[in-house]
């Protein structure tokens, strides 16, 4: 039961031996594998499971990481394992399908030959198909679904609600959906949601006066006879990471204890498959399988690891899986469980890539998403540009998108220096095409996405970057908030990820002068979480630059020159440090 | 029920409200001290163990500090005090990082369960330490709360 990674290479040799690996002529031509979405029923009880969709209705690019290091005890573990060497960990054969899925490899290449991935409708017809061969099956989705694009952000979130609802979620976890703020959170949890039966978890969320539970902290289900219990997780630190004045009643927080109370709880009520919807992300996750005892699997997302093989944790009575299911509708987690006399007898996972073009698109889903779009359709579609090179995000310290939003505050705003947040949502744009507002909103699309122009010393810039790559390189995951290193513009610097907080940061340089400590310097950024804060949106900044440069060349990154990261980490490749 | 008590909560009047207050420990301790106030003027860790009689307290594994691993908002960290030490007596709350890091003192009368829960201000990223006197005995631990600027969540 616990050799994953042999089942997994079992799955992938008889996929390969059915053709499943493709050279990228057979796609061109159209000849895909017809088989590549055979996933014969195993078991009796299955649950399925999207997580941190963004908001992305329709297929898209997306670049998995080069760069996504692990500290204390994560190095070169998984999720921090990245191009050929997951290639390797995980016996995926060089460029196939699965290959481009999984890592950023070849990206350019493989994204013309394969297609875009994920869309709701082609998701729908992909779900549709797994529940099929799986009677009673459940759909969960670990939150970051009413938030990451324009008409999210217009609809307040209803577009993703409408999607969901006929997607047939079951159950979900939130975590960016708390920025559409407490009121509106409850009014679909307590509207749409109840409506539809689709219950929203948490137990980690709780009042501020009395601690009392916000939302349910879990639900039993039962499925073909079995009584399986899902935990809810929301992202612990949403007040933190995201404004708390959007959420100003409410506590969260790991809150190992009222985890495994739950657990207990759900055990003792006849619980026989006990599983967490989680949105903690994946390191976070890790440290939890170990110290909560009696759950079955942990299916996360939030730092949108694809993570082709659920990790097994040990702890004190057992062993958890923990798994994550990637990000923008770009993947399926599949888990079939054998469950018989009350017990888990074995199980199999899938995490399954959504490739469009392999999957017809559903008829209805197709006509909510053009339903929920018609009214913005000439704001979306408004061309500001053309990209000469590929625009990403994902990776630990910068993307050519990142720093093209930085490149254009820095421009538009008269600043020395820029600072991006470090999000990991983004679609990806491949040379040649055209960037729309539809694929700026992709990137910047949020409730309180302000840019601001800001004073600062070079002590307190220095204090800022600390701070944020503490919340990204602390050693102990559960100060960990699964963002990435805050992208800098202007300034270069170098960076330790193994040192402690205060002194990561290092040679901080404006046209390779040293920072004065002391002397001001005009910082542009975006999406401040004070409350109260205000300015230009974002995107309206990045579009009056766009509109004027017409074509944009390739970003040249400002990437941290890196100390103390060793060649062999399997957690970066193909790093260019820009000084 | 829950919904019941906020409502009742809210509608009570001024007065009743700082009772409320002071039971959900949002008021500062020392707003309600009237002895010794030497241990809260005191600046930095040393000197106000010293204040308090606590210099070189015995690390105790009997003494729970349960507080955020990161503070949601510095101004009020929820921390709860747990001491399993037979005798407990009194049981003081010490912000390290504070420039006055005294928080408070509980002293609990004959029998008392060694339990408080209360809300401190934290300027910095510091270790919350409960010191607890039992038989005329300090017994000390610690727990760190970090205090971020926030922001630039994935």
Known sequence: MSMSRREFLQVLAAASAAGMMLDSKQVLAGNA?????????????????????????????????????????????????????????????????????????????????????????????????????????????????????????????????DASIELGVNVMAPHWEFTQGAERVMEIVNGDFKKHGIDFIAQNVVTNDFGDQVFKPYVMKSINGVQVAIIGQAFPYTPIANPRYMVP?????????????????????????????SHNGMDVDIKMASRVTGVDVIFGGHTHDG?????????????????????????????????????????????????????????????????????????????????????????????????????AMMKVKGADAAFSPGFRWGTSLLPGDAITMEKLLDQTATTYSFSTLTEMTGATIKDVMEDVCDNLFNTDPYYQQGGDMVRVGGITYALNPYEKMGKRINDLRLHGKPLDANKKYKVAGWAPVAEGATGTPIWDVVAEYLRTVKTVAPPKLNNPRLIGVKQSDPGIADYIASV | MNHQRRTVLKGVGSAAAVGVAVAAGLLKPTAAFAGDRSAFDAKGLDAAMKAIKA?????????????????????????????NIAGTESIAILAEKNASPMVGEFNLSNGAQGFISTRIKLANTSNVRAVVKAGSKMYTATKEVKVTIGGCGG
């Open chain 1, 249 to 277: 009643d409410w506590s969260f927080g790991i809150r190992d204890d009222g985890m495994q109370k739950w657990v207990n709880e759900a055990r003792a009520k006849g619980a026989q498959i006990v599983v967490v919807l």
């Open chain 1, 33 to 161: 594998p017809s088989n590549f979405y055979d996933m014969p029923a195993y078991g009796n009880v299955s649950l399925l499971h999207i997580t941190d969709t963004h908001a992305q209705l329709m297929p898209i690019y997306f670049r998995e990481p080069n760069v996504n290091i692990g500290v204390g005890g994560a190095v070169g573990k998984v999720p921090h394992i990245v191009g050929d060497k997951l290639l390797k960990y995980f016996n995926i054969q060089p460029n196939s399908i699965d290959a481009h899925a999984f890592t950023y490899l070849n990206f350019e290449q493989a994204a013309k030959t394969y297609g875009k991935v994920g869309g709701y409708a082609h998701l729908k017809t992909l779900v549709d198909k797994v529940r099929a061969a799986r009677p009673g099956s459940l759909l969960m989705d670990s939150g970051d679904t009413w938030q990451g694009s324009g008409t999210a952000l217009w609809t307040k979130g209803q577009d993703m609600v």
């Open chain 1, 307 to 407: 993570v082709p093989v659920p990790v097994p944790v040990k702890n004190a009575k057992g062993v958890t899986l923990v798994t994550n299911a990637g990000s923008n509708g770009k993947f399926l987690g599949v888990m079939d469980f054998d469950v018989k006399g009350g017990k888990i007898k074995g199980w199999k996972y899938r995490l399954v890539p959504v490739f469009s073009n392999l999957l017809a698109a559903d008829a209805k889903m197709e006509a909510l998403i053009k339903r929920v779009r018609k009214p913005y359709e000439a704001k979306l579609n408004e061309k500001l540009a053309m990209t000469e090179g590929l625009l990403y995000r994902r990776g630990n310290f910068n993307g050519s998108w990142d720093q093209l939003i930085m490149d």
């Open chain 2, 55 to 83: 210099t070189g307290a015995a690390e105790s594994k009997d003494i729970t500090v349960k507080a955020p691993d990161i503070a949601e908002n510095g101004a009020v960290v929820p921390v709860e005090i747990t001491s």
